[in-house]
């Protein structure tokens, strides 16, 4: 079997068996493409240790981070697996090669300041503009990724309850809270935008031809109000995503808490903010103190 018959195997196995999402099946079918085009080897079984250790080179002189390169070494060694678990291969030849350490980055948020600027930037009476302010509120007070809000349905929706119900990663499903600005933001959005096609489409987010918002018209929508309310940052909706769990933590909530609203699977995965708020006790310690 040829490396494309093996990556299309594998691909429909994710989506089928794994339940990955749209945005992984996508990347991993990037990923092995990638390797295909560089390999001058035809088959799987002809893909050894020293062809992946050649294709991370070729990686590296690209300029890809370690982060990236880490990630697509993640992929082949998924994509060996499961050629092993199907007897294509005889064994993994990605299964030895170390990670890249990861540069530790901290994750860029929002100060609470800049936040309500966002926010008030998108203060209008439209139609368009009400289903704007509904979705940065909702972004900022649930920590929901774009994916999962433009996902979400009327029927997710519970308005007067303050809950959302969230379809994550692995079409795992968790309830998470929205604050009263959110609440009432939703509230007059849907009294602005609902009618017979809106209702009829079921989507909670909809654009001016009431069908389903997309990841990419979110990030149109958030940048026209980061320049609106002249932020001097790069923001996307995963700032917002930041800002919450870092606000979150700020004000003393705890770490397991926070995990279980952002949907991480891992508790190690919600630890960086604690980084991020250490950080910022230490300034206002070096600041404030008259011995520090």
Same mark, same amino acid.
């Given at each position: 079997?040829? =490396?494309?018959?093996?990556? *299309?195997? !594998?691909?429909?196995?994710?989506?089928?068996?794994? /339940?990955?999402?749209?945005?992984? +099946?996508?990347?991993?079918?990037?990923?092995?493409?990638?390797?295909?085009?560089?390999?001058?080897?035809?088959? $799987?079984?002809?893909?050894?240790?020293?062809?992946?250790?050649?294709?991370?080179?070729?990686?590296?002189? %690209?300029?890809?981070?370690?982060?990236?390169?880490?990630?697509?070494?993640?992929?082949?060694?998924?994509? !060996?697996?499961?050629?092993?678990?199907?007897?294509?291969?005889?064994? /993994?030849?990605? +299964?030895?090669? @170390?990670?890249? &350490?990861?540069?530790?980055?901290?994750?860029?948020?929002?100060?609470? &300041?800049?936040?309500?600027?966002?926010? *008030?930037?998108?203060?209008?009476?439209?139609?368009?503009? %009400?289903? *704007?302010?509904?979705?940065?509120?909702?972004?900022?007070?649930?920590?929901?990724? +774009?994916?999962?809000?433009?996902?979400? /349905?009327?029927?997710?929706?519970?308005?007067?309850?303050?809950?959302?119900?969230?379809?994550? %990663?692995?079409? %795992?499903?968790?309830? +998470?809270?929205?604050?009263?600005? $959110?609440?009432? $933001?939703?509230?007059?959005?849907?009294?602005?935008? @609902? /009618?017979?096609?809106?209702?009829?489409?079921?989507?909670?987010?909809?654009?001016?031809?009431?069908?389903?918002?997309? *990841?990419?018209?979110?990030?149109?929508? =958030?940048?026209?109000?980061?320049?609106? $309310?002249?932020?001097?940052?790069?923001?996307?909706?995963?700032?917002?995503?930041?800002?919450?769990?870092?606000?979150?933590?700020?004000?003393?909530?705890?770490?397991?808490?926070?995990?279980?609203? =952002?949907?991480?699977?891992?508790?190690?995965?919600?630890?960086?903010?604690?980084?991020?708020?250490?950080?910022?006790?230490?300034?206002?310690?070096?600041?404030?103190?008259?011995?520090?």
């Amino acid at each position: 079997m040829n =490396l494309e018959k093996s990556r *299309d195997q !594998f691909l429909l196995y994710l989506q089928g068996e794994k /339940n990955a999402s749209p945005h992984t +099946v996508k990347n991993y079918g990037v990923d092995l493409a990638e390797l295909i085009g560089v390999t001058d080897k035809k088959t $799987a079984q002809e893909v050894d240790y020293i062809e992946i250790r050649k294709f991370l080179a070729h990686l590296k002189e %690209k300029g890809y981070s370690k982060s990236t390169i880490s990630r697509k070494l993640a992929c082949l060694r998924s994509f !060996f697996k499961f050629l092993t678990r199907e007897n294509i291969v005889s064994n /993994n030849p990605a +299964v030895g090669i @170390a990670t890249p &350490k990861r540069e530790k980055k901290l994750p860029a948020f929002l100060e609470i &300041k800049e936040i309500e600027s966002l926010l *008030d930037a998108a203060a209008g009476v439209t139609a368009a503009s %009400k289903r *704007d302010r509904a979705l940065l509120e909702t972004l900022y007070s649930s920590g929901i990724r +774009v994916s999962e809000l433009v996902g979400l /349905n009327i029927e997710d929706a519970d308005v007067l309850g303050g809950v959302l119900r969230i379809r994550g %990663k692995g079409k %795992k499903e968790r309830m +998470v809270p929205i604050g009263r600005p $959110a609440q009432e $933001a939703i509230q007059e959005y849907l009294e602005k935008w @609902a /009618n017979d096609k809106g209702k009829a489409n079921g989507a909670l987010f909809l654009n001016k031809n009431f069908t389903r918002l997309t *990841d990419r018209s979110v990030r149109r929508i =958030l940048l026209k109000y980061v320049r609106k $309310a002249s932020l001097q940052k790069d923001v996307s909706p995963h700032t917002l995503r930041h800002s919450f769990a870092t606000h979150l933590l700020d004000r003393g909530a705890d770490l397991r808490s926070v995990q279980e609203l =952002l949907g991480h699977e891992s508790l190690s995965t919600t630890q960086i903010y604690t980084h991020v708020t250490t950080k910022r006790l230490k300034e206002v310690y070096e600041k404030v103190h008259p011995r520090a």
